[in-house]
């Protein structure tokens, strides 16, 4: 049988995208009483908006769904860049993924969190001296110097602040627009310009770089042809390690707000083994607003519960809708670690980073990274520093802006080391 899918009426809807935000999909998925609905969208484009675990599952099929195409230009000019992994699809797609995965060996994953642990608490000396501290520009510093150390790509110290604002303003240009969105674009023509001249000196042996390092690896990386990446293509793919591990920042922002909207939880987290860590860390990842919805597009006309899906359609994932979806989670408005504790693992319902196969798939391959890094930021939170949150300041965050964040960034005083 065939069902109409239900629509948003509009020649195009985006200004009320902007207007809900994380709950532009939400709102309209409840009006419909339904997990599928059409729309218009970036310039009257027809897109499909879908959520819950059938959704991922078809989403991440990919006879059904590809990429090429489906990024709108705004998101290349700042978070992708041009011809990024995030828009190819098939043999290339997963020849490029296989780089990008064998960075994250359990080795090369407890490097990172010993550069980022010894980062932080170096800077817990200065905290410890300074009146106030904005936790969010703290975090994003530490984490763009740990980015280049581990990537291998020189940062000199004096430069840490500037390409920590810059890799910070790829992702949180993107989906802004005017001012918010030109300084995203700026700062990735200087970003790319910088890592371009590191490549070709890797490349002519001026630089030397380890050989695990994410700019030695993609430096020499052979597609599937057996040609090098050129220069532009190779500063994208390593902005694609620097720029996300930055973006940690906005979760470890959102789990010290956490604990401290949920002090019974912080109590079990006190010299709390890896266990209890996770629990809160996935909470944090699914409660919490960070990417609202992935992009693809129809690759063949089909069907799917008696919904056209027609060639060339955009298709939008609700990732914040199905992290939230009634089916999927108890109470999902309630902020409750626990609901993992035995909780069998699926790759369809948890996707604040994505689902399904991290190598078949598009799934972020940074997620183990990014779990490790934020419980090692918890437990330095909790177990390693005692800190005051004043009481004069918004800690409020929007569900409008994307990405949200507590509005006055999360500011602490009283900083001590124990
Ligand atoms: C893809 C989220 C951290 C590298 C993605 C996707 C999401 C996501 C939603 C797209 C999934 C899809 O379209 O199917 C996040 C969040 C992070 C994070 C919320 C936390 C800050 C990282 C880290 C790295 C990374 C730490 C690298 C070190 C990538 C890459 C892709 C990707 C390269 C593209 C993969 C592909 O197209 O095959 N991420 N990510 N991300 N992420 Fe992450």
Known sequence: YKEQIPIDKGIDNSLAMMREGYLYISNRRKRFGKDIFETRLLGGQKAVCIAGEEAVKVFYDESKIKRQGAAPKRIRQTLFGEKAIQTIDDTSHKHRKQLFMSLMTEKQLQDVVNIFKKEWASAIDK???????????????????????????????SDASLRASQLEKLFDSAAAIGPRHWKGRQARNALELWLQKIIKDVRNSKLETPEETALHRMAWYRDTNGKLLNTEVTAVEVLNILRPIVAISVYIVFAALALFENPEEKEKLLNGDEDVFELFIQEVRRYYPFFPFTTGRVRENFLWKGHDFKKESLVLLDIYGTNHHPNLWDNPEQFTPDRFKEREESPYDLIPQGGGDYYKGHRCPGEWLTVEVMKSSLDLLVNHM????????????????????????????????V
């Open 127 to 157: 905290w410890e001296s300074e009146n106030e501290v904005i936790l969010y520009h703290e975090v994003t510093k530490i984490l763009a110097i740990t980015a280049c150390k581990w990537a291998g790509v020189p940062l000199s110290q």
């Open 386 to 417: 005692e800190y005051n949150v004043p009481k004069q300041q918004n800690l409020r965050y929007s569900m409008m802006r994307i990405p949200s964040l507590p509005k006055d960034r999360f500011i602490m005083d009283r900083v001590k080391k």
